[in-house]
Structure formats: C-alpha cells, structure tokens
C-alpha cells in the first residue's frame, strides 16, 4: 500500500479544526447578584439559527432557598427579552434541590440573542418578574 501524502494526512486533522472553532453552543459562566451570594450558574445556549431559537442548560450550585433570597418566594424562574426595550417573557420555572442547593433547566428560547435573567418568584407560574433578581445574563 502507497503511503500518504502529507496533505492527505494533515486534512483531516484541519478540517476538524476547523469545525471546532467554528461550532458548538455558547457556554457562560455567571455569577450571582448580592441578593444569592455565592450562587453560580454554569449556561450552555446551543444556537439554531435556521430555526429562530435557543436550547438553554442551567446548573446552578450554592443557592439559597427562593425564600431566603425574597420573603414570600417559592420557585425561581428564568426570563428572557430580545433587547432591553421589549418585555420579559416567561421560560420555565427552575427544578430546585433544597438540600443540595441546586438547580437546573432546560428550555427553549424563541430568539439567537436575548437577555436571561433568573429571578425568585412567589410562584412558578407568575406572568412577570420580580426584581429579586439572581443571575444575569446576555446570550449572543
């Protein structure tokens, strides 16, 4: 068998270079407002552009029950708006582990860039945040 040249050999190692760099979803990792200190969230926002839309991953670790955060709160809800213009529209509400301090979400966001926020609420269903605000964040 004829050995390869050495063009043969490098592009395959380029190509995946290059679908590396070029690829993959946006990943950030935030710090909470002084209203949870010490609470962090790791984000993973997988962009699809040809479909408008945004999968969202939130872990969140070292956070306080919703209550300790705002007197009355029972969930924490994650929030987003396309500019700071345009109001805040309702993703879901976080599944939250008491005894770990965890939280977590996967959702899907009908925008490529937007602002996040995640907030204490009172209920995990409430139509507009309050301004007991955890984690922000940009996505884009």
Same mark, same amino acid.
């Given at each position: 068998?004829?050995?390869? /040249?050495?063009?043969?050999?490098?592009?395959?190692?380029?190509?995946?270079?290059? &679908?590396?760099?070029?690829?993959?979803?946006?990943? #950030? @990792? +935030?710090? *909470? $407002?002084?209203?949870?200190?010490?609470?962090?969230?790791?984000?993973?926002?997988? +962009?699809?552009? %040809?479909?408008? =839309?945004?999968? &969202?991953?939130?872990?969140?670790?070292?956070?306080?029950?919703? @209550?300790? +955060?705002? %007197?009355?709160? $029972?969930?924490? +809800?994650?929030? #987003?708006?396309?500019?700071?213009?345009? =109001?805040?529209?309702?993703?879901? $509400?976080?599944? #939250?582990?008491? %005894? %770990?301090?965890?939280? *977590?979400?996967?959702?899907s966001a009908p925008e490529t860039s937007f602002d996040l926020q995640i907030s204490a609420e009172k209920a995990p269903d409430v139509a507009s945040?309050? /301004?007991?605000?955890?984690?922000? =964040?940009?996505?884009?």
């Amino acid at each position: 068998r004829a050995e390869r /040249s050495p063009m043969r050999r490098t592009f395959p190692v380029l190509l995946s270079l290059f &679908l590396f760099a070029c690829g993959g979803p946006l990943k #950030y @990792e +935030v710090a *909470s $407002s002084a209203k949870a200190p010490g609470a962090d969230a790791k984000v993973v926002a997988d +962009v699809k552009k %040809d479909q408008n =839309q945004t999968l &969202l991953e939130v872990e969140v670790k070292n956070l306080p029950p919703p @209550e300790r +955060v705002a %007197d009355g709160s $029972s969930a924490f +809800v994650a929030w #987003y708006r396309k500019g700071s213009s345009a =109001q805040w529209a309702r993703l879901a $509400s976080l599944k #939250y582990d008491k %005894d %770990d301090r965890k939280g *977590s979400l996967k959702a899907s966001a009908p925008e490529t860039s937007f602002d996040l926020q995640i907030s204490a609420e009172k209920a995990p269903d409430v139509a507009s945040p309050s /301004s007991d605000i955890v984690f922000s =964040q940009r996505v884009n």
